[in-house]
Structures are given as C-alpha cells and as structure tokens.
C-alpha cells in the first residue's frame, strides 16, 4: 500500500550543479525557506519536458550514497541514476527519508539486528517500525512543479510504480536499475526482491 503525506512545498533556491556525470540544475524544495533538509531535484541540462523524462525518484541512503557502504545497493544505483539521466536529459528526485523512513539513528539500530541474524524487514519489525515508511506523493508534486506530465521511471519497486497510478502523472515505461550483488548486500537483494516484491532476480 502507497502512503501518502499531504504535503505543500514549493521551489526555494537553485542553482547550477556540474558533476562527473555532466552538468544539472539543483533545485531545493520545501514547505518554507528555512528548511535545513529540503527535497532535492538534479535536473540535467538538456531536460525537456514536452518528452517522457527518464526519472529517479530516489530515497536518501547516507551510508550508501556519502560513504560507499556495501550494505546495500543505494550509492550504487544513485551513481548509475545519475549517468542515465545525464544521458538522456533526466532528473534525479533526491528525497529526505533516510533507512526507507525510519531515520539514521533507526536504521543503525537494524543493522545490528541483521549482524544478529534478522533480515532487513524482520529488524525493522522488531523494532515496531514499518518495513518501509516512505512516501512518494512530495516526488509527484515536485515533477508537478517541473511541469512534467510523462515519465519513464528508473527502479525496480513497485511502490513506486503504483505511487503514481493516481497521480496526473503518466509512467510510459518502467526502467529496470540492477545493480550487480556483492557478498556484503547479497542477503538483502534477495529479500527485497523475495519480501518487497522488487522486480529483479538475484
């Protein structure tokens, strides 16, 4: 089940952004100006929004993105988001909802709980918090805010796919974003993939 937070944000501030992966707009979004923690948009260069727009919506993995941990595959897939999108004139959403929505402090908390034996949904569980906690309607009104009407959405979640079946916003295609196991994140592919219902084999 999708959930849904009634959110009203507007665009704050931007400015431009070259990366390694070519050279994007920053836009930050927010409910006020004075939110130190906004939603982020990466809009590439070339983005032209009368076309289907190659989308990321993407959840911020701290451990992953920043420092390259191996426990999951967030940095990587952000790094190959932002190569994609780069190339085909996209947008990388970069959202505030750290450990699928539980928080930092949380997800640290389940990381030891999965060194004990658990998987990454059983240690949320255990600590009496959601399997995943996000929600993607402040990705839908950001994308409304860039006028964009079509997409073609980068991920393998199906939440996200269902996210947008109410919105005004059309998926045309679903983009597959694999990244390649290693021994450290092998564990917790195969139970998003096997529990979460992600579309990829492992």
Known sequence: MVKKISRIIKKQAEAAIPTPWGDFNMIAFAEE???WMPHL???HNQFDPS????IRVHSECITGDLF????????????????LTAANGGIVLYLRQEGRGIGLINKLKA????????????????????????????A????????V???????????KI?????????????VPLVIEPNKDNLGYLKTKAKDMGHLFDV
Do not use: W
Not at 111 to 138: F, I, K, P
Not at 150 to 159: D, G, S, V
Not at 162 to 174: G, L, Q
């Open 33 to 35: 100006a004075s939110d």
């Open 41 to 43: 948009a990466l809009v």
């Open 51 to 54: 076309k289907p727009v190659l």
């Open 68 to 83: 390259g941990s191996k426990r999951c595959d967030c940095g990587e897939q952000l790094d190959k988001a932002l190569e």
């Open 111 to 138: 990381y030891n709980l999965q060194d004990s034996g658990l998987n990454t949904v059983d240690a949320n569980v255990h600590l009496g918090l959601e399997v995943d906690a996000r929600h993607y309607d402040v």
């Open 140 to 147: 839908i009104k950001m994308l409304e805010l860039l006028k």
């Open 149 to 159: 009407s079509e997409i073609r959405l980068l991920t393998n979640n199906p939440e």
């Open 162 to 174: 269902e996210a947008f079946d109410t919105s005004n916003i059309t998926i045309v295609e679903r």
